[in-house]
């Protein structure tokens, strides 16, 4: 058994130094009914508990069945299983939230995982609750979620419509549709919350997609000039929008009011097979992360500075099943087909540490197999390794230390971490 109070005050101390400066809104500060713990200058949401320091959780779907698990990752138990009636991929959102999205399209259910930590600069409060689902959302087709500007945007393609939430209304227990954005016509797409608005793709039928700027009235003020034909992969951050397109990397960026538009070659030798499909970052870094191409066509990863539209390509020894980036923006991390977990330099593109995760390399050409998957929270790494039904932790400070094996008893397609 383990040592919970041991393994509580280790996981706090490492949020401590790892939970990013941003302050939050004055109402998520309290919730009506709520009540303040001894030393507290902030009212718990009723139905929580103040506790000393972080306590992260770890979020798994099974790619076998529709069960969405949380896990406390001080003791490794299960705290609850949601049972779907189909696998799930799941985002987290807000460091807090799961948005399980129903692998069959058409569902998207928004868990609460009950641990999150509000950030006030000098100090910080931490809160825990059961887990609990606070809804459904429903559309055509399959969805997609992300995040920004306060509000998460989630985008059918059956229908072409995102459904948008703030997240005040989520701190209410609430899964409230704030806005629906329409984009022209039902495509494979996105709506990207940004600067009170949404940047919004564009249906491509004849092969030259473009993105076009959504207001929450519905208004389209502007249709950037740049093309993004097949559009596979975005991302927002404070002050750009990313899309990965056939032909390379469309950038939009918001300032003095007004936006501007260009595309971004990919690097010498990155082609259609090896173009990057996902990004990946971090709130307030201007990195973002990818492989570069699917597995079965895999070129190592990529590396995007939005700052300096510099790429670094890292060249990996084995295929790249998927990538993060770690939140100080120093380094990247890879999990290769090989079996083994390494690190980058994000400048240089050099390794610097290395470890083995999977208890047997993985086959790429197995179309049907469940590929590991990585996800960040604080200073640890998790990995899945889909045959041995386990998450491996891994101290990435730590010369890419195995800290520990968690036997989470499914084949995890997604993985998220919350509270810190």
Not at 75 to 86: G, K, P, R, V
Not at 286 to 295: E, I, M, N, Q, R
Not at 316 to 327: E, I, M, N, Q, S
Not at 411 to 419: D, F, H, I, K, Y
Request: net charge negative; glycine share 10%; aromatic share 4%.
């Amino acid at each position: 058994m383990p040592n919970t109070t041991l393994a509580r005050a280790a996981i706090a101390a490492v949020a401590a130094l790892t939970v990013g400066a941003c302050a939050s809104p004055p109402e998520e500060a309290a919730s009506p009914g709520g009540r303040t713990q001894p030393g507290s200058d902030l009212a718990a949401e009723a139905g929580s508990t103040e506790v000393e320091g972080p306590e992260p959780r770890l979020v798994v779907s099974d790619a076998d069945s529709g069960r969405v698990t949380v896990l406390d990752l001080a003791t490794a138990e299960t705290l609850h299983s949601f049972e779907y009636d189909n696998p799930a991929q799941v985002t987290t959102v807000k460091d807090r939230y799961a948005f399980a999205v129903d692998g069959t399209g058409g569902a998207v259910h928004v868990v609460d995982a009950g641990t999150w930590t509000i950030d006030h600069g000098d100090h910080t409060h931490s809160y825990t609750k059961d887990p609990v689902e606070l809804g459904v959302l429903e559309g055509d087709g399959p969805g997609r979620v992300i995040e920004g500007d306060d509000k998460v945007a989630t985008f059918f393609d059956g229908d072409g419509v995102a459904r948008v939430i703030d997240f005040a209304a989520l701190r209410k227990d609430s899964i409230d549709v704030d806005t629906v954005v329409r984009a022209d016509a039902p495509h494979h797409g996105v709506a990207l919350p940004i600067a009170d608005g949404f940047v919004v793709s564009h249906s491509a039928a004849t092969g030259t997609g473009t993105l076009e700027l959504h207001t929450t009235d519905g208004a389209v003020p502007q249709r950037f000039d740049t093309a993004c034909p097949n559009l596979n992969g975005a991302a927002v951050s404070d002050t750009h929008v990313l899309g990965a397109c056939e032909d390379g990397l469309f950038l939009a960026t918001a300032g003095d009011g007004t936006w501007t538009s260009e595309k971004v070659a990919y690097p010498a030798g990155i082609g259609a097979a090896t173009r990057p499909t996902a990004l990946r970052g971090h709130d307030g870094l201007p990195l973002h992360v990818a492989t570069a191409g699917p597995a079965a066509t895999n070129d190592g990863l990529l590396v995007f500075d939005a700052r300096t539209r510099g790429w670094t390509h890292v060249r990996t020894p084995d295929r790249a099943l998927d990538v993060a980036l770690a939140g100080d923006g120093r380094s990247v991390f890879a999990v290769l087909a090989d079996g083994t977990f390494r690190v980058y330099d994000v400048q240089s593109g050099a390794e610097t540490a290395s470890s083995r995760v999977l208890a047997h390399p993985h086959d790429p050409s197995h179309a049907s197999s469940t590929p590991p998957v990585i996800v960040v929270g604080g200073t640890r790494a998790y990995v899945s390794d889909p045959a041995s039904k386990s998450v491996a932790e891994i101290d990435f400070r730590d010369n890419a230390r195995v800290a520990r094996i968690l036997d989470v008893g499914v084949s995890a397609s997604t993985l998220g971490v919350v509270g810190l």
